[in-house]
Nanobody, 126 residues
Framework: VQLQASGGGLVQAGGSLRLSCAAS????????VTWFRQAPGKGREFVAA????????AYADSVRGRFTISTDSAKVTLYLQMNSLKPEDTAVYYC????????????????????WGQGTLVTVSS
């Protein structure tokens, strides 16, 4: 599956953005799909995941209650709705997909993911 992320931009603190990740080739339903982000000078970190067949979601503590991961009904577009944005949310956001069902402790491991989108930049101004 090929992934194409979009929707990034510049937003003021407290604002909202919705990121999209379009899949070509196969729908997301049989994949664990995850959003990661990488801030300048830092490593890539886990943000949110949707487990295979939509069985459950998982969020980083830093975004829980503000971000929501979801897909469209056809399972070909992954979304990340980001509300109450903070300057520390500034990063390049990446979508990724794994063909494996992952336990919570493995969701954060970059090596578990087979496919990556190209990243979309989110900048939150204070």
């Amino acid at each position: 599956v090929q992934l194409q992320a979009s929707g990034g931009g510049l937003v003021q603190a407290g604002g909202s953005l919705r990121l999209s990740c379009a899949a070509s080739g196969r729908p997301f339903s049989s994949y664990t799909v995850t959003w990661f982000r990488q801030a300048p000078g830092k490593g890539r970190e886990f943000v949110a995941a949707l487990r295979r067949y939509g069985s459950s979601t998982a969020y980083a503590d830093s975004v829980r209650g503000r971000f929501t991961i979801s897909t469209d009904s056809a399972k070909v577009t992954l979304y990340l709705q980001m509300n109450s944005l903070k300057p520390e949310d500034t990063a390049v956001y990446y979508c990724a997909a794994s063909s494996r069902g992952l336990i919570t402790s493995r969701l954060r491991d970059l090596v578990e993911y087979d496919y990556w989108g190209q990243g979309t930049l989110v900048t939150v101004s204070s």
